[in-house]
């Protein structure tokens, strides 16, 4: 296989012909963002087969890849895909179309998840890499001869483990399960670019109304004023500061700037805008405001029911080799206990009764709930110790 970093447009033209020939391309990014809006890509890798190669972005116009990668015809190879789709996205558009991602994939046939790419690539092929470039300024230029060769290993192995995944998954019957969770994630991405992106601000869902409309104008405000100066957005406005402004409501400069926090300078320079935000909010009518959340009072006995299908869900996992935080969370689980108490309502199925989680867990913990099994400990030393059997 070989390697090689590519900077000329017409030989990158000529890779992406090979690449759409091949139909499998492993792919990863290098990329900065801790000074811009959107993440700075700096590197692209790319592995086929038959070749390994790194390409500069700043010297090659990557639009015909963003074009492949959000086609029907390629399949694409990702480990913790999240910000390669994001990537997609922004460039193109569109989402992928065939994505595989190992990571998530070795969550359906391990008890870890999430594992890093160097914990991957040992597990699976018992192979090492090297982490030592992790904190490398990848927008610097020329690119070393040990960086690129460390940002081609993140390709230059996952097309191997792509093929003992699918070889396990399909003889146990899984195969659709990382099909179907990958998918999952790509969903999500393209949600984070929604309208109602806003209601994900933490403590956004103690707001009364009216300082509902006042968060998400300061939202909105906030995101076209980051891309627009390409900063990021904790340099805009913080997120706990967001929240804080929307209880508050100032009406002036000197009442917003009452809050010590904000007598940062770059917070500061934005007053007058903030309190026009605020000012903007308020003066919509009410039938524009959303609508307030309705309280979700948890029952007495969700903690002890929580607890309870935590161990059914852990001895589960445990039994069928999976990752217990890849299936379900804690409130995962308290979201079923919820849905459960409110009386299935086939329209509102929580996460933990879709798709291939039903299949793992779904009967076991809805049976737990109705008191249809009774559990016991059948092989202390096992790590799936217990035993859910049916109640006479």
Known sequence: MTDRLVTSQNEFDDFCSHMREAGLVAFDTEFISENTYRPQLCLVQFATREACVAVDPFEVDLASWWDIMADDETTIVVHAGREETRFCLTHCGAPPRRMWDVQIAEGLRCTNYPLSYERLISRVLGKSVSSAETRTDWSRRPLTTRQ??????????????????????????????????????????????????????????????KQLVVARELYRWRDQTADRTNQPLRRILRDDLLIDIAKRQPQSESELLQSREMGRPNFRRNARDIVDAVKRALSLPKDEWPEAFKSKDSSPDEPVLGKLLAIALANRCAELGLSTGLVGTSNDLKELVRWYNEGC???????????????????????????????????????????????E
């Open 148 to 209: 690129i060769s460390y940002a081609l290993d993140d390709v230059r192995f996952v097309l191997d483990v792509l093929d003992a995944q699918q070889a396990w998954l399909d003889r146990q019957g899984r195969l659709g399960w990382a099909e179907e969770e990958t998918g999952r994630m790509i969903g999500e991405m393209i949600a984070e670019r929604g309208d109602d992106t806003w209601l994900r601000l933490s403590g956004v869902r103690r707001l009364r109304q």
């Open 345 to 391: 309502p086939e329209n509102d199925r929580p996460k933990l009764e879709t798709g291939w989680r039903s299949e793992v867990c779904g009967d076991l913990l809805r049976q737990v709930l109705e008191g249809k099994v009774s559990l016991r400990v059948a092989d202390p030393s096992s790590d799936h110790p217990l035993v859910f059997e049916p109640v």
